[in-house]
């Protein structure tokens, strides 16, 4: 699981450090940047899968292109370096920093410290040697993402330890991989799919098709789910002797009359689709847009109940912004229940100061209450009551 | 920084039964609650939150909104609200517990339970006995004058 993510100069963020738990929620008003941590999160996965293409092609995001280095650095300012760095506990970190021409990129396990300037486009092919000392001596062979151990030793247990340091070295990328994203734009739009390459932010309807057409265990996990927000099946169908599988969704759990998915309410499409990509084994992380949109606020509360078991059960890391105080009463009601720990809900207050964003922690207790409160979710709502009722101080 | 136990008074001048002035000034306590440094002690279950929370169901949008502003702003802010589970309040002793009626008990156990806490209270026989006791109290209005 990551557990925190340092970020600087990436478009409004000029710098923070943002734990990250089982289940983090962003909330905060309207472009305050709560997105902008999650796409800095994806442009370092971009640049660890594809490090050959140019520094402006690492901020097409694949279902979002935010332009270029120009475009999404800090103050628009080129001579800056933009940073972002991921960490798994304490001892395990792995960072670039970006400039307009190369990259320093570094990785910290334990007490070794990986750190190597490259050009950028970055082939990858360029190995950098460092050895390593404590325990034994090894060799360590880095080319930026992955790592190479080996012991100078013939001893089992040395030969042994190299091959765990290696595991420990090359697990940070591996976890950076793993991260998935539902963007807002998401969906499926046509009755029926046949299953597409994808590709590695497969975000498109398509291709969030196809993950659930070709593992056969995600559209039952996705079926479970939606009987407990939505009381209705979901369901596959690909007629024998074609290529075409049918989305379906039954109108009660109990009629068994199937219909297209694409027919049903679009909360009901839009979950399906989160669902889908949480379901995917290779998602450790997941970052998810406003999981709330479409939903009724009874259908928000058992979503949110469902998050909560597969953050808790299923081990999946899933990282939200918000703008619904439902969603987030819903996951505080899901602490005051037990049904999640108090430090496996960590929430984040992001807000804009003189084009800054600021990232507030705002920790939540075993009660299920959240320090500071969702004042800012009300202020709406308290100008409009306060015009109603003439209070006027 | 203050602590109080407020009793069903703000429940029901927000609910509008007692006028739209007071349904004004509730609304002024609780935003000025939340915006301040002060704290309110809750017991969890208590007639005070059980009538807040009865208040959500409200057909009058008005008293929703207001409820909606005291849970978000204050009932679930633990900068603002110090909950306490019934069992865990402080017990009364046998003389003032005598005093008072039993349906006020559960104000005076959280007062006790948060030595500096003031009782703000619409219940003069109620107030009576708590000065009388030591302890402190306000009437509503003395409440709204000192902090709002």
């Known amino acids: 699981m990551l557990t925190k993510l340092t970020v600087h100069n990436f478009r409004s963020i000029e710098k923070c450090d943002v734990e990250l738990g089982p289940i983090t929620v962003l909330f905060g008003p309207t472009s305050s940047g709560k997105s902008s941590l999650f796409y800095s999160l994806l442009v370092l996965r971009n640049f660890i899968l594809n490090p050959t293409q140019p520094l402006d092609g690492l901020f097409n995001l694949g279902f979002q292109n935010l332009g270029g280095f120009q475009e999404c650095i800090f103050n628009h300012d080129v001579r800056e370096t933009l940073g972002i760095t991921v960490h798994i506990e304490d001892r395990l970190s792995y960072g670039v920093d970006f400039r307009k021409d190369d990259a320093e990129i570094f990785e910290n396990c334990g007490s070794i410290h990986l750190q190597a300037r ?108 939606t009987v407990e927000i939505f009381d209705r099946d979901f369901r596959i169908f690909t007629p024998p002797g074609t290529a075409t599988t049918y989305l379906q969704t ?47 606020p009874t259908m928000i509360r058992r979503f949110a109940r469902v998050l ?70 009300m202020e709406g709502e308290l100008q409009d009551i306060k015009t109603f009722l003439s209070v006027t101080s | 920084m203050a602590i109080f136990v407020i009793n069903e008074w703000l429940s029901h001048d927000s609910s509008g039964e007692n006028g739209a002035e007071a349904q004004r000034q509730a609304l002024v306590v609780i935003q000025g609650l939340a915006n301040s440094d002060h704290q309110i002690v809750v017991i969890e279950g208590s007639p005070f939150d059980q009538k807040s929370m009865a208040l959500c169901k409200s057909s009058d949008i008005s008293v929703v909104v207001i409820v909606k502003i005291y849970m978000t702003t ?3 802010n633990s900068d603002r609200c110090v909950l306490l589970k019934a069992a865990k309040a402080a017990e009364l002793p046998e003389d003032l517990a005598g005093a008072v009626k039993p349906d006020d008990h559960y104000l005076l156990r959280a007062q006790r339970s948060w030595p500096e806490a003031v009782l703000v209270t619409t219940d003069q026989p109620l107030r009576e006995a708590v000065l009388r006791y030591g302890m402190k109290c306000l009437s509503r209005e003395e409440f709204l004058a000192r902090y709002f």
């Open chain 1, 308 to 377: 909560t078991r597969l953050a808790t059960e299923e081990k999946k890391q899933l990282i939200f912004t918000t703008h619904s105080e439902q969603f987030l009463l819903s996951l505080l009601a899901c602490v005051k229940e037990g049904l999640l720990q108090p430090e496996q809900l960590v929430c984040y207050h992001v807000t804009r100061e003189k084009k800054r964003t600021l990232f507030s922690h705002a920790p939540v207790s075993r009660d299920g209450q959240i320090s500071g409160g969702l004042s800012s979710f």
């Open chain 1, 118 to 225: 490259v050009p950028l486009p970055y082939s990858g092919s360029q190995y950098f040697a460092f050895t390593h000392t404590e325990g034994g001596d090894f060799a360590v062979n880095w080319n930026g993402f992955a790592s190479a151990v080996n012991s100078k030793s013939f001893y089992k247990d040395d030969q042994a330890r190299a091959v765990r340091i290696a595991e420990d070295l090359n697990s940070v990328t591996e976890a950076i991989k793993h991260v998935d994203v539902c963007p807002h734009r998401r969906g499926f739009f046509k009755p029926s799919y046949s299953p597409v390459p994808l590709t590695p932010t497969a975000t498109s309807e398509d291709e969030v098709a196809t993950l659930i057409i070709n593992d056969r265990n995600v559209p039952p996990h996705i079926s479970i789910n």
């Open chain 1, 250 to 296: 039954t109108e009660q759990k109990g009629a068994r009359v199937p219909g297209y998915l694409v027919n049903d309410g679009f909360g009901v499409n839009q979950v399906v689709y989160m669902l889908a990509k949480i379901h995917r084994p290779e998602t450790e992380s997941i970052l998810i847009e406003e999981p709330e949109v479409h939903l009724h």
């Open chain 2, 74 to 76: 204050i009932r679930v």
